[in-house]
Nanobody, 121 residues
């Protein structure tokens, strides 16, 4: 069994910062790409940022220059540093990871339950 657990969300004023963390645990052989998605009320879930096992990153245009994704492969964790937050960043943020549970099995995408980020004065 594999679990992804996010932490670090909360209420912050516009212009503020938050750091999200996501820890993968369970029966894990290897982790390929990891990423952060967000979903605002009434909106579709959208990609915020992703990072490969080698450290290559990809960002949504709306967060470039403000958000930074990183990972610690030894700890099976991924992080999202969010600076210069705007009210439109308000959403539930979910992490996901492409995980292989065995050398003989294909990889599957797992999702965390999400953490609320609210940007408001």
């Amino acid at each position: 069994q594999v679990q992804l657990v996010e932490s670090g969300g909360g209420l912050v004023q516009p212009g503020g910062s938050l750091r999200l963390s996501c820890a993968a645990s369970g029966s894990i052989f290897s982790i390929n790409a990891m990423g952060w998605y967000r979903q605002a009320p009434g909106e579709q879930r959208e990609l915020v940022a992703a990072i490969t096992s080698g450290g290559s990153t990809n960002y949504a245009d709306s967060v470039k220059g403000r958000f930074t994704i990183s990972r610690d492969n030894a700890k099976n964790q991924v992080y999202l540093q969010m600076n210069s937050l705007k009210p439109e960043d308000t959403a539930v943020y979910h992490c996901n990871a492409d995980i292989r549970r065995s050398a003989y099995w294909p990889s599957y995408t797992y999702w965390g339950q999400g953490t609320q980020v609210t940007v408001s004065s």
